[in-house]
């Protein structure tokens, strides 16, 4: 009678311990999902998170993306809010560490990456881009007292790029020119200034900041679009890339990407 009493209250015992752990994990998994707002995109999904977009970037891209303050601000930013308020999502941003393997990282739930990335042809197989979103313009820059006012006047003489953004510009532009590469700004800027050379070809980024700084000793002869663009990063497959694609387009008709543009690239005038 005993053995039997106490067979009945170690099977009860159980019986209630079983049920305190089922009930547990339906608490942990109601805890990760639909208490977080998190789900699994898919073709009715979105992104990670069904009221936020999680935005990886690099932030050690001065004026794309950089840290001012302990705040990551900088031009992807800004496009990257833009789209965010278009999906009527909030935002984060997300630091990240881009190695160019084209390979979102694993441990770190992201919906698309930003940061000043150009799409590798045979990388599809990691990942999907973006329409183009940004094309690098280079400005031709020559000394604010130098006799040329039109660019064909540069016919023959030498400007001056740094070696590894030559690939940058069209060849058919820089046949008319005598190209001579630097592997340093500064060098190639003290040669333009000391008549070593007759121009320079500079991104609009760092260009920019060359005149800001240099006020009345240089002027710019033309702006050129290069070959070089930057597009969003997504998963494989992900239906995000359709819904941003769409917005990066309703932002150039509407007039928002280039007031956005010129925040922070727009040259100053001589």
């Known amino acids: 009678m005993d053995l039997t009493k106490k067979i009945i209250g170690t099977s009860a015992v159980l019986g209630a311990i079983f049920i305190i752990i089922i009930i547990y994990a339906g608490m942990v998994t109601g805890c990760s999902t639909a208490d977080n707002g998190y789900v699994h995109p898919g073709e009715d999904q979105l992104t990670i998170f069904s009221g936020k977009l999680l935005v990886g970037t690099d932030a050690t891209y001065p004026p794309f993306e950089f840290i001012e303050d302990g705040v990551i601000r900088g031009f992807d ?86 070696d590894i953004r030559v690939k940058d510009i069209d060849p058919e532009y820089l046949k008319d020119y005598k190209i001579v590469e630097y592997k340093e700004v500064l060098q190639m800027m003290e040669d333009l200034r000391n008549g070593n050379i007759d121009a320079v070809l500079k991104c609009v980024p760092t260009g ?9 000793i240089y002027r710019v002869l033309e702006e050129i679009k290069s070959e070089r663009v930057f597009n969003i990063v997504f998963h494989q497959g992900s239906p995000l890339k359709g819904e941003v694609d769409t917005i990066l387009e309703e932002m150039v008709q509407d007039g928002t990407y280039q007031e956005i543009y010129d925040s922070w690239f727009s040259i100053p005038g001589p």
């Open 208 to 216: 920019r900041s060359i005149l800001e700084e240099n006020t009345g």
């Open 77 to 162: 930013i800004d496009i990257a809010k833009e789209v965010a308020a278009r999906l009527e999502k909030e935002i984060e941003i997300i630091p990240i560490t881009w190695d160019f393997s084209y390979k979102i990282p694993e441990d770190i739930r992201l919906d698309m990456i930003i940061s000043a990335v150009s799409a590798d042809e045979g990388k599809e197989e990691f990942v999907d881009f973006s329409d183009p979103y940004f094309t690098l313009e280079y400005i031709l820059i020559v000394l604010s007292d130098a006799k040329l006012t039109i660019k064909e006047e540069l016919k023959g003489k030498k400007v001056g790029m740094i």
